[in-house]
């Protein structure tokens, strides 16, 4: 059976250059980077390179770039340190950010030391900026966290105008570019962010290996101690081999950014086309069908109500095909996705969550709809799953 991933939104696979360029400091130089003998200068040498690489695509300098283990850790370290250093009483975010940012925010205000303010958002996941405006008013001295692209509907967020009113009011402005962090042109010299998360296996690196820019002027207090690693900014032995995948990964999607973008907006497009063609009544969640307004990369459709819809995935995965219902983070929970709960997406339709990386190809799509079509089309899946394996 032929296999194909359209969940690139949960994680990507390794690109092969990747992992050419991890192998030798999983091999030879394996010193410790906080030795100060040779094998641990060669480590040192090795993550100081990356750091002054990814500092100069975000137009950052290296002392503002920290890594971390994941744009999870990440969040919550800009979240709860800026918090806690700057006394910030106020948090200002949305229903629809990523449970790294919303449990956080959660968490603080049940222990008493934030307080909590959602923003609205209407239908597509888009949040009103007169709204921002207004709580800003009240309470100018906030922590802003919207996150750039929605990991499950697709929608952008103008993180340039939200920025400049977070600078106007004084507030810090924490932004989760998890989504869209090597994908999209981010530039922190031209762009007033002072918290910043990214993760490596959204873009081609493997798991467990991401960062944090931190504009000087927002320094916090780390948090996680127990060394002085990364400038006294996080405790732990970094992570070099992670370390030199994201930088190459990193690399790639910057030299290639233009051409990638081309190729993922050509497939998306293409499964839009076939879905309005072969699914009657298919809809599309946020603002994911359109190609020049949204998440390039995410497609969340809407299906009619069907007694098959809450086993679609299922089938889906027994066909070869791998897709997502919502958020990767929220595999396996009961409850449902709080983002299309947000946007009041109805319980009654389907919903599934395609997403493309630069490997993904006009094939692929086009049998994946061929499947679903299928799937929505026969009064019995189980049977039809049995016939084809």
Same mark, same amino acid.
């Given at each position: 059976?032929?296999? !194909? ?7 990507? *696979? ?8 991890? +192998? ?29 690489? /990814?500092?100069?695509? +975000?137009?950052?300098?290296?002392? #503002? !770039?920290?890594?971390? $283990?994941?744009?999870?850790? &990440? ?31 959660? @968490? ?26 207004? +709580?800003? #008013? ?44 090597a994908h999209y042109p981010i530039d922190v010299s031209k762009i007033p962010i002072d918290y910043l998360a990214g993760s490596g296996h959204k873009f081609h690196a493997p798991k467990g290996i991401g960062f944090m820019?931190?504009?000087?002027? $927002?320094?916090?207090? *780390? ?22 995948? +994201?930088?190459? &990964? ?13 190729? /993922? ?24 069908? @359109? !190609? @020049? ?23 889906? @995965?027994?066909?070869? /095909? ?7 983070? $929220? ?32 094939? #692929? ?15 019995? *899946? ?8």
């Amino acid at each position: 059976m032929k296999r !194909i991933y359209l969940d690139n939104a949960a994680t990507t *696979p390794v690109a092969p250059e990747v992992i050419d360029a991890m +192998l030798p400091f999983l091999r030879d130089t394996f010193g410790n980077p906080s030795s100060t003998h040779w094998h641990g200068r060669q480590a040192r040498a090795a993550i100081e390179r990356v750091r002054k690489q /990814i500092a100069g695509y +975000l137009g950052a300098s290296p002392a #503002e !770039i920290i890594f971390t $283990s994941g744009g999870t850790e &990440a969040d919550n370290c800009a979240i709860r340190s800026a918090v806690r250093t700057h006394g910030l009483q106020h948090v200002i975010t949305s229903p629809t950010e990523h449970h790294a940012v919303l449990h956080t925010v959660e @968490d603080l205000a049940a222990q008493g030391v934030v307080k909590m303010h959602l923003l609205q958002v209407d239908e597509q996941g888009r949040i009103s900026l007169h709204e921002l405006k207004q +709580l800003l #008013e009240k309470h100018p001295k906030a922590l802003v966290s919207l996150m750039h692209g929605n990991n499950e509907i697709g929608t952008l967020n103008p993180i340039e105008e939200i920025a400049d009113i977070c600078k106007h009011y004084g507030a810090f402005y924490h932004c989760d570019t998890v989504q869209t962090m090597a994908h999209y042109p981010i530039d922190v010299s031209k762009i007033p962010i002072d918290y910043l998360a990214g993760s490596g296996h959204k873009f081609h690196a493997p798991k467990g290996i991401g960062f944090m820019y931190m504009r000087k002027k $927002s320094k916090v207090h *780390p948090l996680i101690t127990g060394g002085a690693q990364e400038r006294n900014m996080r405790g732990g032995t970094e992570n070099v081999a992670g370390i030199v995948a +994201l930088g190459k &990964a990193m690399e790639l999607a910057q030299e290639h950014m233009q051409a990638h973008a081309r190729h /993922i907006r050509s497939v998306k497009q293409h499964m839009i086309e076939l879905l309005r063609a072969k699914i009657p009544g298919v809809s599309f969640n946020g603002t994911s069908a @359109d !190609i @020049d307004n949204s998440l390039y990369t995410v497609l969340s459709i809407s299906l009619p109500p069907s007694p098959h819809n809450d086993m679609l995935l299922f089938h889906l @995965d027994l066909q070869g /095909i791998s897709a997502s219902g919502g958020s990767a983070c $929220s595999s396996g929970a009961v409850k449902g996705s709080h983002v299309l709960a947000a946007i009041k997406h109805p319980a009654e339709r389907g919903a599934i969550r395609f997403s493309f990386s630069r490997y993904t190809t006009r094939e #692929e799509v086009e049998h994946a709809v061929n499947v679903l079509q299928l799937l929505l089309s026969t009064d019995n *899946p189980v049977e039809l799953v049995r016939k084809n394996m």
